[in-house]
């Protein structure tokens, strides 16, 4: 066994939800590293923003550096990502984290993206009684995991012929994006009811934006993921509830597979990490554990 090992974790952008990943990533290989005695270590290579170029030329970067394995969350299809190509061609073992893969040769670590979507839509839905004016804010709209968060959100709601789906924004996986976005649709729809997103910048931004309207409470919002600002909008009462991944166990789960990979283990397909339903009723217990 290599007495070294280095691993890349390569995100769409730099992001508080990715730190959630890098912390679990880092707490992983601080586990394996006892418990084996081996070295190893947990490179973060974020992107200044979610573009597909720039975070190919980080993959890039990355492969140059010979690592023993690189988890990333693609910005766009795989198909589209020359880089991930380039990877597997040089033998770097690839995982992805919070993104579906369609290649059988690329383990997928995360969760039912398109369920997650339902879950938010259901909940909303039955917060605005089935009725009114919906915006949904879209994310980076080629990121797969946005892409079917969004489809299923918009197809839920077009079940209810008494709710008026408009365009929410696209926040392009940036907060302040999001509130500007979400601003212009509040000032567009004084009616509007409910909001949902598909990212975790999009309900940071949204909930900013509700309270700067002074619209707390009159626009029902449904987001997202629970890192700390989401969490603490759900305990403020801007946001309602949110259908989140688990961002944590994504970083953790990410390294024990490129572990697995170095050692010539076969790879499974996919690793479900789970949906969680934060409300009101059970926040303070997700803010108790937050870091």
């Known amino acids: 066994m290599a007495k070294e090992l280095r691993f890349i974790i390569v995100p769409k952008v730099a992001h508080p939800w990715y730190d959630e990943v890098n912390k679990g990533a880092q707490a992983q290989a601080n586990l394996l590293r006892r418990e084996l005695g081996v070295d190893i270590v947990v490179d973060y290579m974020p992107p200044t923003a979610a ?3 720039e975070q190919n030329s980080i993959l890039e970067k990355a492969a140059f550096s010979c690592p023993n394995g690189i988890a ?9 990502m020359t880089s991930i190509h380039h990877l597997r061609d040089l033998g770097i073992p690839v995982v992805l984290f919070d993104s579906p893969s369609p290649d059988p040769g690329i383990t997928s670590i995360g969760n039912n993206y398109a369920q997650q979507g339902i879950i938010a839509a259901d909940c909303l839905v039955k917060l605005i009684s089935h009725t009114g004016k919906v915006a949904v804010m879209q994310g980076y709209p080629t990121a797969p995991n946005h892409k079917q968060r969004y489809e299923a959100q918009l197809a839920v709601l077009q079940k209810y012929p008494d709710i008026n789906v408009v365009d929410g924004g696209i926040d392009n996986d940036d907060i302040e994006t999001a509130r500007q976005q979400a601003s212009d649709v509040l000032a567009s729809h004084p009616d509007l009811k409910g909001y949902l997103c598909c990212d975790a910048s999009g309900p940071i931004g949204i909930a900013t934006a509700i309270k700067e309207a002074g619209k ?42 490129l572990w697995q990979a170095s050692l010539g283990v076969r790879m499974p397909q996919a690793i479900d990490t789970g949906i969680e339903v934060i409300t009101q009723e059970n926040v303070d217990a997700y803010l108790a554990d937050v870091d």
């Open 216 to 257: 707390v409470g009159k626009v029902k919002v449904v987001s997202m993921d629970g890192i700390k600002p989401i969490l603490e909008a759900i305990k403020e009462g801007v946001i309602e509830a949110s259908s989140a991944t688990i961002p944590k166990m994504q970083g953790s789960m990410s390294i024990l597979m």
């Open 72 to 80: 990333v969350d693609l910005v766009d299809a795989v198909d589209h």
């Open 51 to 53: 573009d597909v170029a």
